[in-house]
């Protein structure tokens, strides 16, 4: 069973850094892509990083170089660092993978999400 398992979020001020992990478990961490995104309310959830397999990453225009993703495959982590953070930044932060299924005899990509980790950026 795939389990995503967000935390690390909390109050800080403008400026701030801060670390999310996603401790993860019930697939082969070291062969799927790992993302975090973000949903602010009344906005659509977005991406804010992307790890592949490989370890390339991307980042959501909005983050200005301020974050980064890495991800330890012996420990099954992805982590987000960020800096700087800015007050319109409060946000759920959601862990995300997609993993393949096969429930009968058609195989797909199914996504999967953590609890999310509320950060609040405030002075």
């Known amino acids: 069973q795939v389990q995503l398992v967000e935390s690390g979020g909390g109050l800080v001020q403008p400026g701030s850094t801060l670390k999310l992990s996603c401790a993860t478990s019930?697939?082969?961490?070291?062969?799927?892509?790992m993302r975090w995104y973000r949903q602010r309310p009344g906005i659509e959830r977005e991406l804010v990083a992307a790890?592949?397999?490989?370890?390339?990453?991307r980042y959501g225009d909005f983050v200005k170089g301020r974050f980064t993703i890495s991800r330890d495959n012996a420990k099954e982590v992805v982590i987000l660092h960020m800096s700087n953070l800015e007050p319109e930044e409060p946000a759920v932060y959601y862990c995300?993978?997609?993993?393949?299924?096969?429930?009968?005899?058609?195989?797909?990509?199914?996504?999967?999400w953590g609890q999310g980790t509320q950060v609040t950026v405030s002075a």
């Open positions: 995300n993978t997609a993993v393949e299924v096969c429930p009968v005899t058609i195989c797909y990509a199914r996504d999967y």
């Open positions: 019930g697939f082969t961490f070291s062969k799927h892509p």
């Open positions: 790890i592949t397999e490989a370890g390339m990453t």
